[in-house]
Nanobody, 129 residues
């Protein structure tokens, strides 16, 4: 069974930073595109950032460009999302997802409409003073 576990969420003041981690068990991540998605109360889930299995391509939604950085360590089966200069509108439940690279044309496709075949349980991020 493919299992993704997110961690690193919490309460942070505006302007602060958090680092989310997504650890995979059972299967290795090196043939999967990985994405971070978030869902705020009353809003639809949206793709935040996605990364190719080879770490050569990344996608960021416009609102997080320059503030968030996605990275992966395939030797540790872990993907990270470094979030800096956090804003209240970044508040939400953050999920990581995985999709086979063979069925994911681009990283932007995964973030914008495809989503993942496997999902974690989510971690809450709250940005508030």
């Amino acid at each position: 069974q493919f299992l993704l576990v997110e961690s690193g969420g919490g309460l942070v003041q505006p302007g602060g930073s958090l680092r989310l981690s997504c650890a995979a068990s059972v299967l290795t991540l090196d043939h999967y595109v990985i994405g971070w998605f978030r869902q705020a109360p009353g809003k639809e889930r949206e793709g935040v950032s996605c990364i190719s299995f080879s770490d050569t391509a990344t996608y960021y939604r416009d609102s997080v460009k320059g503030r968030f950085t996605i990275s992966r360590d395939n030797t540790k089966n872990t993907v990270y999302l470094q979030m800096n200069s956090l804003k209240p509108e970044d508040t939400g439940v953050y999920y990581c997802a995985a999709a086979p690279a063979s069925t994911t044309p681009t990283v932007s496709a995964m973030c914008l409409y495809r989503g993942g075949d496997y999902w974690g349980q989510g971690t809450q991020v709250t940005v508030s003073s």
